[in-house]
């Protein structure tokens, strides 16, 4: 049997904190594959995996629905294909939406080497 592991080491790997971690198994998008004897919820690889997935789903905006959507997606068999259009629609937004995190954050890289500079400025002898 592969090994798994509770939540707080779940937590650890994955940089989620233990309240993401129950929550996206109470809206169904991450469920532990096990439960030990007492009810402690119990993580596989795959488990670890697809709540990385999602953390990299969040910065791009998916709701719940377009997430649990774009999970049955990739979860669907290979040879289906039925969910090419539909990930191609997903794929498509997220560069848009990659493109658009790329740009502010060169916004707010200008703005903090803007307040580097003052900083700079503020910090030389004044003659």
């Known amino acids: ?30 469920v532990p594959s096990a439960r030990s004897q007492g009810g402690f919820r119990l993580y596989s690889e795959s488990d670890v995996d697809r709540l990385l997935l999602i953390k990299r789903m969040k910065p791009l905006g998916f709701q719940l629905e377009e997430m649990r959507e774009l999970l049955s997606l990739l979860d669907a068999a290979p040879d289906d294909q039925d969910p090419e259009a539909r990930l191609r629609e997903f794929a498509g937004v997220a560069e848009q939406r990659c493109a658009e995190l790329r740009s502010r ?6 703005f903090a080497g803007m307040l580097r500079e003052r900083l700079d ?7």
Not at 11 to 28: D, F
Not at 105 to 110: D, G, H, K, P, R
């Open 1 to 30: 049997m592969a090994e798994h592991m509770q939540i707080g080491e779940v937590a650890e790997r994955t940089g989620l904190s233990l309240r993401t971690i129950r929550y996206y198994e109470e809206v169904g998008l991450a």
């Open 121 to 127: 400025e503020l910090a030389r002898p004044r003659s």
């Open 105 to 110: 954050l060169s916004n707010a890289e200008e």
